[in-house]
């Protein structure tokens, strides 16, 4: 065959509505929407568009968003705003506004877009239109049916997770965020449909949600539906990238081959990178793509949905996701950032007094966290989820 391989071949649809991007929580909300807009100027710089089918997507309907949260819920999002909501202080409380979620202009239009983006995603996966589609607007794991909660006001993964179960008998649900994505756990936590893997920091007095223990497996009794589907990798301070990647390919690769899903769904927050204005740990940009690399080449001919999630540093998030996006149409990018991209100067490296720094795009600065994993306490986090697996079957 003259040593050349047939070509990756994969057909990558990528989704989205500019009209997210201009959405403000606040002024010092860490969630900041237009990180958005500075990742999709990197991949049209970049011209990864011609490599995708980009789709406009299209706010999800009411009855849409309705199929996971309750119409009380939604009917109360649908209501405030910031002018009226001192009249509803009670229903603010009970549906988890505050600061974490704020209630902010636009806010009904924002969420049903990016609940509509992931919902459009997964249509297209299930339609065979594409194998892999991105929806870097998504990934909000952790809003409830009921209540808003961690920046999180409508469960898109949920969402795009029912639609993938009407065409699929399992749906693998991996989540690289450094929080624990105890939404899509939760809302999943009796079926053994779906599997969901987290790795996150855990430590649950101090760290936001404060579940994702080890011992979070799901009901308590094996006979109980779901019981073993729900898998936690708990980590702590400073994890790099050797730990990382060994830890998330041994897992990962596990888990595939157990429950043999038929879709897998793969929340990229990029707040588990080194320098993130919330996170722990001290990842680069690479080390965090070799997961979307890793769980792309498992995929076989399964459909994978790619998400967005965290992510407060905005240049970084904009590397990562740009990235990703290439890694996922098998592109290989120069380092060296496209001469003409807007907000170019958003990239440029901070100056350390040694000259003149071109901006790039796989590195990162920042402040790293001292990293307290020991290789016993690693090999006991792989140990637990092999353990757990036996009661997993595809
Ligand atoms: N306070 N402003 C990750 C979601 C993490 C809960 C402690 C709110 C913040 C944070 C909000 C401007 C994902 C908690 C925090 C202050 C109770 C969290 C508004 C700074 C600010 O300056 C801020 C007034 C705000 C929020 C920091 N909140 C940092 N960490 C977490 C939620 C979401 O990445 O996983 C997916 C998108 N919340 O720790 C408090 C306990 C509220
Ligand atoms: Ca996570
Ligand atoms: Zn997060």
Request: aromatic share 10%; net charge negative.
């Amino acid at each position: 065959r003259n040593g050349i391989e047939k070509p990756q071949g994969y057909k990558v649809s990528f989704h989205y509505n500019a009209d997210v991007e201009s959405h403000h929580f606040g002024k010092t909300h860490p969630m900041k929407p237009w990180r958005l807009m500075l990742s999709k100027q990197l991949i049209v710089g970049y011209g990864l568009q011609y490599a995708m089918e980009c789709y406009q997507s299209l706010p999800a309907t009411r009855q849409e968003l309705a199929r996971f949260h309750t119409d009380r819920y939604l009917d109360f999002l649908g209501i405030v705003n910031p002018l009226n909501m001192e009249d509803w202080k009670a229903e603010r409380d009970r549906f988890g506004f505050g600061d974490d979620c704020p209630v902010f202009d636009g806010m009904w239009d924002y969420v049903s877009l990016y609940g509509g983006a992931s919902l459009q995603a997964a249509r297209t996966l299930m339609s065979h239109e594409a194998d892999i589609a991105i929806n870097w607007s998504g990934g909000l794991h952790h809003a409830k049916k009921s209540a808003a909660s961690g920046f999180c006001y409508v469960n898109d993964i949920v969402l795009a997770i029912q639609e993938m179960l009407r065409h699929h008998a399992r749906v693998l649900y991996v989540d690289i965020d450094v929080h624990h994505g105890d939404g899509v756990e939760q809302a999943f936590w009796s079926t053994d449909r779906v599997c969901t893997l987290s790795y996150h920091k855990y430590d649950p007095e101090v760290f936001f949600p404060g579940t994702g223990g080890a011992d979070e497996t799901g009901p308590p009794h094996s006979r109980d539906e779901g019981a073993h589907h729900a898998l936690n990798v708990p980590l702590d301070d400073g994890i790099d990238d050797e730990q990382y990647g060994d830890l998330f390919r041994r897992i990962t690769g596990a888990v595939i081959d157990a429950f043999d899903p038929g879709a897998i769904v793969l929340q990229c927050g990029a707040d588990s990178l080194g320098g993130d204005r919330l996170g722990r740990f001290n990842l680069n940009i690479k080390a965090h793509g070799a997961c979307v690399a890793f769980v792309k080449s498992r995929c076989h001919d399964r459909p994978l949905l790619i998400l967005g999630g965290g992510g407060y540093t905005p240049r970084n998030v904009a590397r990562t996701w740009c990235h990703e996006t290439a890694l996922a149409v098998g592109a290989e990018l120069r380092g060296t950032l496209p001469a003409h991209i807007p907000y170019r100067q958003a990239f440029m490296g901070e100056d350390n007094g040694a000259g003149l720094l071109y901006p790039e795009l796989h590195n990162i600065e920042g402040k790293r966290h001292q990293n307290r994993h020991s290789p016993a306490g690693l090999a006991r986090l792989v140990e637990n989820v092999l353990t757990q697996l036996r009661y997993v079957r595809g």
